[in-house]
């Protein structure tokens, strides 16, 4: 699998987010090193622009990204 296209600007990659170490590593071995167009932070960033992606959004949180995507009326 390819490597995600943010990884150099992103702050979840990058530890500028408050995580723990192993469900931060595993977050990015499966989502920044892996199946990254399934990340929630990708999909809003994609759609809305980086400046749309919430400080908090964790890859995983699919169902948030779904509703910020609903609120600016784009869907994934």
Same mark, same amino acid.
């Given at each position: 699998?390819?490597?995600?296209? #943010? *990884? ?7 530890? @500028? /987010?408050? *995580? &723990? ?6 977050? @990015?071995? %499966?989502? #920044?090193?892996?199946?990254?167009? &399934? #990340? !929630? ?5 994609? !759609? =809305? ?7 908090? =959004?964790?890859?995983? /949180? *699919? %169902?948030?990204?779904? @509703?910020? =995507? =609903? ?6």
């Amino acid at each position: 699998m390819q490597q995600c296209d #943010c *990884i150099n600007g992103c702050p979840f990659f990058n530890d @500028k /987010m408050s *995580i &723990e170490s192993g469900i931060g590593k595993i977050f @990015k071995r %499966d989502y #920044c090193l892996g199946n990254f167009m &399934e #990340c !929630a932070r990708h999909k809003v960033k994609v !759609a =809305l622009g980086k400046e749309y992606v919430p400080n908090n =959004l964790y890859p995983n /949180m *699919i %169902d948030k990204a779904k @509703k910020i =995507l =609903l609120e600016a009326k784009v869907s994934i």
